[in-house]
């Protein structure tokens, strides 16, 4: 018999390093053949509870059936095979084909081809959440996925991002009751963009292209709502009244749906900040509660343009300031912004104060016309001017 240590074997290729007690040279395969697939191909009607629960027929036929493209031949279609001879019934309503996970050399992992990496490594060093957001994102679903550290980094980074998010939010939020404060301009359009992705992260998912609707969630929490949001409406928060209540909510609002659309991904994040931020009794779990559903009230295209170009003016200074050497918690003298089009500069008017405060200029100046040193990456006309 193999030692632990000597596994896998193949009879064709491995050496015997000792002697055998009988005196064997050579290793001997077994003939005898066992069919693993016997229990195996019940476990739709298993895991739905048969045959200890009378109504296990509640939960079958399984809607969906995930196998690789490897096991196709036997799993999917030994299930088939046999719960329409013992039951008569199919045993899923649709598969979901997986593809493989290639090592560094392009080729299948596999023990045998020594292109492996164990997972309980992945998971010590970046933990569970970090790998599924690197399988769910890694490829189309269906295509083979590379594994690379340096993805199971970028996830590991991410959550890190999201913490922090939700940490800052947690502290504006200690001393915050519901509000009927009038929503200002980019809390607006941070919660129309933010509908847009729960409706387009619902539909990616019931297709389960899990790539594209983790992506679409990734990409709005990280560089929509951290990048720009956050930035823009912390003067509002460190002041008081109104404005800061209307920040408030829709903080509230925003981070807890952002948290519900990554819960299938990162389940143990999710759900620590959740019960912190949101839980209602010991009983309460995001993974209890609905999957939002996109609110179409909230969804308001001419927002999202007047606030997609307020940012972008925000994002452009900044990039100016940095260019220039000056920190970017310096104060400037005063910023003159010119905007050729007239409901750009009326939109530029209504997010004054915001970007004002985020770009820490003393006044800033909105001029319908033509002028000013610095184009707007993106918006032909608009341009502005530092003043130091």
């Given at each position: 018999?193999?030692?632990?240590?000597?596994?896998?074997?193949?009879p064709?290729?491995?050496?015997?390093?000792?002697a055998?007690?009988?005196?064997g040279?050579?290793?001997d395969?077994?003939?005898?053949?066992?069919?693993?697939?016997?229990?195996?191909s019940?476990?739709?009607a298993?895991?739905?509870?048969?045959?200890?629960?009378?109504?296990?027929r509640?939960l079958?036929?399984a809607?969906?059936?995930?196998?690789?493209?490897?096991?196709?031949?036997?799993?999917?279609y030994?299930?088939?095979?046999?719960?329409?001879?013992?039951?008569?019934?199919?045993?899923?309503?649709?598969?979901?084909?997986n593809?493989?996970?290639l090592?560094?050399?392009g080729?299948?992992?596999?023990?045998?081809?020594?292109?492996?990496?164990?997972?309980?490594?992945v998971?010590?060093?970046?933990?569970?959440?970090?790998?599924?957001?690197?399988?769910?994102?890694?490829?189309?679903?269906g295509?083979?996925i590379?594994?690379?550290?340096?993805?199971?980094?970028?996830?590991?980074?991410?959550?890190?991002k999201?913490?922090?998010?939700?940490?800052?939010?947690?502290i504006?939020?200690?001393?915050?009751?519901?509000?009927?404060?009038?929503?200002?301009l980019?809390?607006?359009?941070?919660?129309?963009?933010?509908?847009?992705v729960?409706?387009l992260?619902?539909?990616?998912?019931?297709?389960?292209?899990?790539?594209?609707?983790?992506?679409?969630?990734?990409?709005?929490?990280?560089?929509?709502?951290?990048?720009?949001?956050?930035?823009?409406?912390?003067?509002?928060?460190?002041?008081?009244?109104?404005e800061?209540?209307a920040?408030?909510?829709?903080?509230?609002?925003?981070a807890?749906?952002?948290?519900?659309?990554l819960?299938?991904?990162?389940?143990h994040?999710?759900?620590?900040?959740?019960?912190?931020?949101?839980?209602?009794?010991?009983?309460?779990?995001?993974?209890l509660?609905r999957?939002p559903?996109?609110?179409?009230a909230?969804?308001?295209e001419?927002?999202?343009r007047?606030?997609?170009l307020?940012?972008?003016?925000?994002?452009?200074?900044?990039?100016?300031?940095?260019?220039?050497?000056?920190?970017?918690?310096?104060?400037?003298?005063?910023?003159?912004?010119?905007?050729?089009?007239?409901?750009?500069?009326?939109?530029?008017?209504?997010?004054?104060?915001?970007?004002?405060?985020t770009?820490?200029a003393?006044?800033?100046?909105?001029?319908e016309?033509?002028?000013?040193?610095?184009?707007?990456?993106?918006?032909?006309?608009?341009c502005?001017?530092?003043?130091?």
């Amino acid at each position: 018999m193999a030692k632990p240590e000597e596994l896998p074997v193949d009879p064709r290729v491995t050496d015997i390093d000792d002697a055998c007690e009988c005196g064997g040279t050579r290793w001997d395969p077994e003939n005898d053949v066992l069919d693993t697939w016997f229990d195996s191909s019940l476990t739709c009607a298993i895991h739905a509870g048969w045959p200890e629960r009378g109504d296990w027929r509640n939960l079958f036929p399984a809607s969906i059936h995930p196998s690789g493209q490897d096991i196709i031949r036997t799993w999917a279609y030994y299930l088939m095979v046999r719960h329409l001879a013992l039951f008569g019934e199919t045993a899923y309503d649709s598969v979901l084909i997986n593809g493989m996970v290639l090592g560094s050399d392009g080729r299948a992992m596999s023990k045998s081809k020594g292109n492996f990496v164990a997972t309980p490594e992945v998971f010590e060093k970046y933990g569970a959440d970090a790998s599924r957001m690197w399988a769910a994102t890694g490829g189309s679903t269906g295509t083979d996925i590379p594994f690379r550290w340096a993805d199971v980094e970028y996830g590991w980074r991410f959550m890190r991002k999201l913490w922090n998010a939700c940490r800052f939010t947690s502290i504006q939020l200690e001393d915050f009751t519901a509000s009927d404060a009038e929503p200002k301009l980019l809390d607006r359009w941070i919660l129309s963009k933010l509908e847009r992705v729960v409706g387009l992260a619902t539909e990616e998912l019931e297709k389960c292209s899990f790539m594209n609707a983790v992506d679409s969630v990734r990409n709005f929490v990280w560089h929509v709502f951290c990048d720009h949001y956050l930035e823009a409406v912390k003067h509002r928060l460190y002041g008081g009244g109104g404005e800061r209540l209307a920040a408030q909510w829709t903080l509230r609002h925003a981070a807890r749906r952002m948290l519900q659309l990554l819960a299938p991904v990162m389940p143990h994040l999710t759900e620590e900040i959740y019960s912190f931020m949101y839980a209602e009794g010991e009983t309460d779990s995001i993974h209890l509660s609905r999957w939002p559903e996109a609110d179409e009230a909230l969804i308001d295209e001419e927002d999202e343009r007047r606030g997609d170009l307020v940012t972008a003016v925000i994002r452009d200074i900044r990039r100016e300031k940095n260019r220039l050497g000056i920190p970017l918690n310096s104060e400037l003298e005063g910023i003159s912004v010119y905007a050729s089009d007239p409901w750009q500069a009326e939109s530029l008017v209504q997010g004054i104060e915001d970007i004002s405060a985020t770009v820490k200029a003393d006044g800033v100046e909105i001029h319908e016309g033509e002028g000013g040193d610095n184009p707007v990456d993106g918006y032909h006309g608009v341009c502005f001017s530092i003043v130091s």
